[in-house]
């Protein structure tokens, strides 16, 4: 399997046990293909493992003695895929294909919502009470009597706010605002 997988041109790397694994797994990101049935553990208590550390890693579950009721636990616990051997080749390279665009795309809307959230902090703290009138969806002239200034200055300040931004619009706006929002609570969990 590695073969193939390398053939392909993706990373891979064995581990002899699930206790080797997750001795290095931490750190590592991308598709764990796990086997059912591994020498110290089986592979959904590996599963459950690599969900109590929270890892980013997509889950591909295989086995050649695989039933309904494995497939159906691996699935409910988030994996993508469960296989049983022997399987086809080419639908684990498209898996992975999948997988790995997914991934990169997931990466860089990430990485867009952490530069906007970085946005987000250039603005002036009237600018930030502004905003948070506009994603709550009040009127500018409910922020500007809330803010006790006039709906003229409230519109001067989201003009500034969309362009320090970069929103084109509303809705782009309150997307940005959202996103900041989720990573800053994903940031804040222990």
């Known amino acids: 399997m590695k073969t193939l997988v390398r053939g392909a041109e993706y990373p891979a790397f064995c581990y002899p046990s699930a206790s080797a694994f997750l001795e290095r797994c931490d750190s590592v990101t991308g598709c764990a293909l796990i086997d059912l049935r591994l020498q110290d553990m089986d592979g959904i208590a590996l599963q ?58 997931n990466e860089r809307l990430q990485r867009e919502a952490r530069q906007r959230a970085a946005l987000i902090d250039t603005l002036t703290p009237r600018e930030k009470q502004v905003l948070s009138g506009i994603v ?41 605002w959202l996103a900041a929002a989720a990573l800053q609570e994903t940031a804040s969990e222990p």
Do not use: C
């Not at 803010?147 to 706006?173: P, Y």
């Open 48 to 105: 459950k493992e690599l969900i109590a550390r929270q890892s980013p890693l997509d889950i591909v579950m295989m086995s050649a003695y695989g039933d309904i009721e494995h497939a159906v636990e691996a699935m409910r616990l988030g994996a993508v895929d469960f296989l049983e051997k022997p399987f086809d080749p080419d639908y684990l390279l498209k898996q992975l294909y999948e997988l790995s665009r997914a991934s990169d795309t």
């Open 136 to 176: 709550d969806g009040q009127a500018n002239k409910q922020v500007a009597a809330d803010l006790g200034i006039s709906a003229r200055t409230v519109e001067t300040h989201r003009v500034h706010i969309m362009q320090k931004l970069q929103a084109d619009s509303l809705a782009h706006l309150v997307r940005i």
